[in-house]
Every structure is written in structure tokens, then in C-alpha cells.
């Protein structure tokens, strides 16, 4: 198949700005050239969770992603959409010279590339690995999750996703009913699940999501009534709504952007029972004010706990 690479050259500073903006306009598998050593906060802040290879050299930073021209997406709405996204962050941040090139490549393999940077590693007493790896020797007595997160996000290795997980484990009983918002790998979904959950309801607008979520339920031997997986938006889409249910559950995770957080967190108190938790992240460090702020105006919730880990935070609440 033959994918279009657009190449946008901009700054080391907008890098992790324009992957946030790809991420929610809908661009996946992105990729990064960046000729300037990133300090280790910078590479810290990006929100995608495998981390790129970065070359010594000084210079400019390159941010890729490819579109296949034979599939559903409009290209050149997608790219209206780029332009507009660059044009807001143009407002606040520097972003070089922001040409866009554009490619023909033959390159298959390009959304296979990141495996080779995603190896097992811990959070705490859970094993998380690849499900193409084998258990290493010195982790056979954790609680194992096999991920394959396929081109959805979440392979565990990010901050926010292991600030979630953290906070899942303070919170998970038997009888914990489960809303996963933003599931993509659903690797919050099975952890809440290998650590004795009831159940998990996730929702994802990326179909590819549904499909890694099947999967790794596959990998993790949970079966269907388990864990149900809907692609839709539970912000503004009545049948999502219905379909998730109301007053249904004991604990929401939502590891989504700051930006969506704020948004969400409108939406949410009318789907979780009374004193249910709820785990937010995605938030970047300069975000942590205006999320709080946003939890505070509302009445249906009380902070319980703020966690950080490197540039990001987690915020859990509770319902009223
Ligand atoms: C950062 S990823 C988190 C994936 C996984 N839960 C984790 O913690 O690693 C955020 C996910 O939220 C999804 N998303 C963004 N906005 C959403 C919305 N309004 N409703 C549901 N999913 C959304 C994205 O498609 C993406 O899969």
C-alpha cells in the first residue's frame, strides 16, 4: 500500500503541542525527528507513549504522520484541520518555520515500527508486556497484563497511564462497575479486571481502539461479558449515554487530555453512582490549575487525592 507522509518542520518547544493537537483531531502513529537533544522534562512531557529515538545533532524537529489515500479519511479536510489546529497554537508557542512536505512511501511496516522500543516492564507489583515478549524470569510473581495496543494508544508506559493504574488499585473491590473513558488499548479497563473488578464499560471514538480492546481481552483471557467496548463520544452522543447507563457505576477513568477532562467532567456525575471515584489524567502540569478549577465549580464531586508523576497529574474525585 502506498501511505502519504505529510512532514511538518517546526520547533523542539511545539513538538509535544502539535502531537496533543494530532491526537485529538484524529492522527495516529505519528513520528518525530528532533535534532536538538530534548531535556529529559521534554521528553517527559509528550503526550504518546513511545518515546522516539532522537539523534545528537543539533537542529530543527520534525513531526510526521501518514494518511492512506484509499481509506475514509478526507485528506484534505484532515489537513484543513492541521492548519487550523497549527494556526491556535501559533498563538502561544513558537513553530519555527511549520513547512508541511508531503511523500509517497512504500514503508508497510511504519505502524509496526514503535514495537521494538516497547519492551515488559513494572508498575509497582503488575508485569505489563508485550503480549509478543516472554515473561522475564525475576517477574513471574507479579499480576501479569499482556498488551498488544496495536496503532490505539496505551501501552502502559506513559505517566498518566500508570498514575491511573495506581489510583485503580487504591480504589478496585469485587464489586467495583467500571467506566472506562478513553479506553484505547483498554489496558485500564483489564487492569481494573486482573485486579478483581466486576466489570468494565469502555467507550473509545477511535475504532481501532475497539479492535486492540477485543484483542488484548483475547490475551488476558477475559470474556465478553466482562468488559463491553463502544465506539462513540459520551460528551454530546444521547445513544452512547443511554447505551453506558446512569447511576451505573462505582468507578469512571478517564485518561483523556486536560482540555477533555474539563469537558467531561460535565457529562459524567449522571452515569456513576452516589460516592463512586472518579480518576482523571492526561493532564499536563500546566493544565493542573484550570482542571482543578473546573472539578471545584462543580457540585456533584469532592477532590479526594491529586497525584503526580513526572509532568503529569492525575485528579480523583468523588460523587457527592
Ligand atoms: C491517552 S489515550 C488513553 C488510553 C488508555 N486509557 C491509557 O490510559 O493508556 C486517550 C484515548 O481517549 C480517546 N478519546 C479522546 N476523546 C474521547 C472522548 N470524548 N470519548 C471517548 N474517548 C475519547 C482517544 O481516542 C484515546 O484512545
Same mark, same amino acid.
Given at each position: 500500500? /502506498?501511505?502519504?507522509?505529510?512532514?511538518?518542520?517546526?520547533?523542539?518547544?511545539?513538538?509535544?503541542?502539535?502531537? #496533543?493537537?494530532?491526537?485529538?483531531?484524529?492522527?495516529?502513529?505519528?513520528?518525530?525527528? *528532533?535534532?536538538?537533544? !530534548?531535556?529529559?522534562?521534554?521528553?517527559?512531557?509528550?503526550?504518546?507513549?513511545?518515546?522516539?529515538? !532522537?539523534?545528537?545533532?543539533?537542529?530543527?524537529?520534525? %513531526? #510526521?504522520?501518514?494518511? *492512506?489515500?484509499?481509506?475514509?479519511?478526507?485528506?484534505?479536510?484532515?489537513?484543513? /484541520?492541521?492548519?487550523?489546529?497549527?494556526?491556535?497554537?501559533?498563538?502561544?508557542?513558537?513553530?519555527? %518555520?511549520? @513547512?508541511?512536505?508531503?511523500?509517497?512511501?512504500?514503508?508497510?511496516?511504519?505502524?509496526?515500527?514503535?514495537?521494538?522500543?516497547?519492551?515488559?516492564?513494572?508498575?509497582?507489583?503488575?508485569?505489563?508486556?508485550?503480549?509478543?515478549?516472554?515473561?522475564?524470569?525475576?517477574?513471574?510473581?507479579?499480576?501479569?497484563?499482556?498488551?498488544?495496543?496495536? @496503532?490505539?494508544?496505551?501501552?502502559?508506559?506513559?505517566?498518566?497511564?500508570?498514575?491511573?493504574?495506581?489510583?485503580?488499585?487504591?480504589?478496585?473491590?469485587?464489586?467495583?462497575?467500571? !467506566?472506562?473513558?478513553? @479506553?484505547?488499548?483498554? $489496558?485500564?479497563?483489564?487492569?481494573?479486571?486482573?485486579?478483581?473488578?466486576?466489570?468494565?464499560?469502555?467507550?473509545?471514538?477511535?475504532?481501532?481502539?475497539?479492535?486492540?480492546?477485543?484483542?488484548?481481552?483475547?490475551?488476558?483471557?477475559? #470474556?465478553?461479558?466482562?468488559?463491553?467496548?463502544?465506539?462513540?463520544?459520551?460528551?454530546?452522543?444521547?445513544?452512547?449515554?443511554?447505551? %453506558?447507563?446512569?447511576?451505573?457505576?462505582?468507578?469512571? %477513568?478517564?485518561? $483523556?487530555?486536560?482540555?477533555?477532562?474539563?469537558?467531561?467532567?460535565?457529562?459524567?456525575?449522571?452515569?456513576?453512582?452516589?460516592?463512586?471515584?472518579?480518576?482523571?489524567?492526561?493532564?499536563?502540569?500546566?493544565?493542573?490549575?484550570?482542571?482543578?478549577?473546573?472539578?471545584?465549580?462543580?457540585?456533584?464531586?469532592?477532590?479526594?487525592?491529586?497525584?503526580?508523576?513526572?509532568?503529569?497529574? #492525575?485528579?480523583?474525585?468523588?460523587?457527592?
Amino acid at each position: 500500500m /502506498r501511505w502519504k507522509k505529510f512532514t511538518l518542520t517546526t520547533t523542539t518547544e511545539a513538538v509535544d503541542l502539535i502531537s #496533543s493537537m494530532f491526537d485529538e483531531i484524529g492522527i495516529e502513529g505519528i513520528e518525530i525527528e *528532533d535534532n536538538t537533544p !530534548l531535556t529529559e522534562a521534554e521528553t517527559k512531557g509528550m503526550f504518546i507513549d513511545i518515546l522516539p529515538e !532522537l539523534p545528537p545533532d543539533e537542529g530543527i524537529a520534525k %513531526v #510526521s504522520f501518514y494518511l *492512506d489515500p484509499d481509506s475514509d479519511v478526507d485528506i484534505e479536510e484532515m489537513l484543513k /484541520r492541521v492548519e487550523e489546529g497549527l494556526d491556535e497554537l501559533a498563538l502561544f508557542t513558537d513553530l519555527g %518555520v511549520r @513547512t508541511l512536505e508531503t511523500s509517497e512511501t512504500e514503508d508497510k511496516d511504519w505502524i509496526n515500527n514503535w514495537k521494538q522500543y516497547f519492551k515488559p516492564f513494572t508498575v509497582d507489583d503488575i508485569l505489563i508486556k508485550p503480549t509478543w515478549e516472554e515473561i522475564p524470569e525475576e517477574h513471574k510473581d507479579k499480576l501479569l497484563i499482556e498488551i498488544d495496543p496495536g @496503532t490505539a494508544f496505551g501501552t502502559g508506559q506513559h505517566e498518566t497511564t500508570q498514575l491511573c493504574i495506581r489510583q485503580l488499585k487504591k480504589y478496585v473491590t469485587p464489586d467495583t462497575k467500571i !467506566l472506562d473513558v478513553g @479506553t484505547g488499548s483498554g $489496558i485500564l479497563g483489564i487492569t481494573a479486571l486482573k485486579l478483581g473488578a466486576k466489570e468494565v464499560f469502555g467507550t473509545d471514538l477511535d475504532e481501532n481502539a475497539i479492535v486492540a480492546v477485543k484483542e488484548n481481552m483475547e490475551a488476558n483471557d477475559i #470474556s465478553d461479558d466482562k468488559f463491553r467496548v463502544l465506539k462513540g463520544n459520551i460528551i454530546d452522543d444521547e445513544d452512547v449515554k443511554q447505551e %453506558v447507563g446512569f447511576e451505573a457505576y462505582d468507578l469512571v %477513568v478517564a485518561n $483523556i487530555l486536560a482540555d477533555i477532562i474539563i469537558i467531561l467532567q460535565k457529562e459524567i456525575p449522571v452515569h456513576m453512582k452516589k460516592g463512586a471515584i472518579f480518576i482523571t489524567s492526561g493532564i499536563i502540569n500546566m493544565k493542573e490549575e484550570a482542571v482543578k478549577k473546573a472539578f471545584s465549580e462543580n457540585e456533584a464531586f469532592e477532590l479526594v487525592e491529586i497525584t503526580y508523576q513526572g509532568e503529569w497529574v #492525575s485528579v480523583t474525585v468523588r460523587k457527592k
